[in-house]
């Protein structure tokens, strides 16, 4: 089971970047994928998360109505489209993104204690 970040970079702020996380080696399709991500000196704090092959979608309020989930499901690899517009330098973070099979996502997707997958992270930065 491996989780696979990429998509991070800079961006001006006001524009889009788009992540992906590639998931791998799992036995279904149905999979609770979250993006959290962590500035330096705060929290990780959850952006949003989403069940795959179709279920509940959760976002941060803070992202609401700005970060947009997708996904693509192939015979082995499932992945997770973040994308997220109208960035603002407040959201310059390091992004993990995590995930657990089996488990549909909740009011409680946000806690982190949830997922036992996690990817090596995508850094985004945001100019203003």
Same mark, same amino acid.
């Given at each position: 089971?491996?989780?696979?970040? @990429? *998509?991070?970079?800079?961006?001006?702020?006001?524009?889009?970047?788009?992540? %992906?996380?590639?998931?791998?080696?799992?036995?279904? $399709? /149905?999979?609770?994928? !979250?993006?959290?991500?962590?500035?330096?000196? /705060?929290?990780?704090?959850? #952006?949003?998360?989403? &069940?795959?092959?179709?279920?509940?979608?959760?976002? !941060?309020?803070? #992202? /609401?109505?700005?970060?947009?989930? %997708?996904?693509?499901? !192939?015979? $082995?690899?499932?992945? #997770?489209?973040?994308?997220?517009?109208?960035?603002?330098?407040?959201?310059?973070?390091? &992004?993990?993104?995590?995930?657990?099979?089996?488990? !549909?996502? @909740?009011?409680?997707?946000?806690?982190?204690?949830? &997922?036992?997958?996690?990817?090596? *992270?995508?850094?985004?930065? #945001?100019? %203003?």
């Amino acid at each position: 089971v491996q989780l696979v970040e @990429s *998509g991070g970079g800079s961006a001006q702020a006001g524009g889009p970047l788009r992540l %992906s996380c590639a998931a791998s080696g799992y036995t279904w $399709n /149905k999979i609770c994928m !979250a993006w959290f991500r962590q500035a330096p000196g /705060k929290e990780r704090e959850g #952006v949003g998360s989403t &069940y795959t092959g179709g279920g509940n979608t959760y976002y !941060a309020v803070s #992202v /609401k109505g700005r970060f947009i989930f %997708s996904e693509d499901i !192939a015979e $082995n690899t499932v992945t #997770v489209y973040l994308q997220m517009n109208s960035l603002e330098p407040e959201y310059a973070a390091m &992004y993990y993104c995590a995930a657990i099979e089996g488990r !549909a996502c @909740s009011l409680s997707w946000a806690d982190a204690r949830r &997922y036992n997958v996690w990817g090596q *992270g995508t850094q985004v930065t #945001v100019s %203003s």
